[in-house]
């Protein structure tokens, strides 16, 4: 059976693992991964899951996201849009705003059978849901009369055995086939607006230093108090091990690795930084909160994270640790 894939044998429960919305996220980060693109628009936005998702990734210069209704899931909008809307569709996205990548996703009616009540539409705000046959055939006109390449694909992998009937979302990637010239494009700008701007929020970018900085510490303090609690409760185990005597719990500060979870303990014996305590005071190593990926991958360097954490976050006298002073929270335990 694949490995996204798993089903109750008894109940004819259909699970997807990682849920079917995360596969698509994933499908298009890894996208954005591979062609690198420097702005992204999501249409159909809802709660802006993916737009979070993309922020990190540094070749994105501008995030947008348009939707009428946060009800409706994410990238998938086609199958949203009334008859009369899915005619202009075509003409809006690829004709006016051109982008160089379009992804489509759209629920396949094949797999409906799978799915026990289903027995028209999967969401009740659905207008069709399209097979196979249909949607491709709707995507490759949409790319010839636009000039785009298509090429299909999917999420959601059907239980063995049922192979056939497909992915449970596929999946529509078009890329334009030739660049867009500015004097192309500049003509084909209309004289007067077509959408009115009824409200406009403007993301933080993280190029901006001062975003940078916020979005870094944040992350330190988040990422050094999931380790100083990791490391709290480890002590207070041991501490009731060896019924707290004070000649035990004395060497039993620096607690052994198997007090932290598996990938903390990980990067922590990798990198030969253990935090320690030293009384109510709690040290956490720079160099273990920037070997956590996300940190990492904020400030590029070590040196980067120093500067940006400077004066904002309390440091051990030689700035090599975070510093944490436990003793109100022990008063308050």
Known sequence: MDKN???EQFTGIIKFTPPLYKQRYQFVKDLVGKYKPKK????GCADCTLLWMLKFCSCIEVLAGLDICTSIMKEKIIEHLEESELKKFPEVVFGFMAPSIVVISTPNSEFNPLFPGVTL???PDHKFEWNRVQF???ALETARRYDYSVEFTGVGHPPTGMENVGFCTQIGVFVRKHPQTSESAQSEKPTE???KTVFEAVYPSLKDEKYLQNAVVSEVIFTAQIIKRSLLDCVMSEHEEYNDDPTERKSKLQPSMNCFSDNLGKLVV???MEPIVNGHVV??????IFSFPKVNQLCGTFEKLRKLIAGKVTLSSDGSAVMFNTEHENEEN
């Open 270 to 272: 990798e990198k030969s």
């Open 40 to 43: 992204v628009a999501d249409l």
């Open 121 to 123: 539409f999967r969401h």
């Open 193 to 195: 607006g077509v959408y």
């Open 283 to 288: 040290y956490i190593p720079l160099t273990t």
């Open 136 to 138: 491709q055939s709707w």
């Open 5 to 7: 894939f798993q089903e």
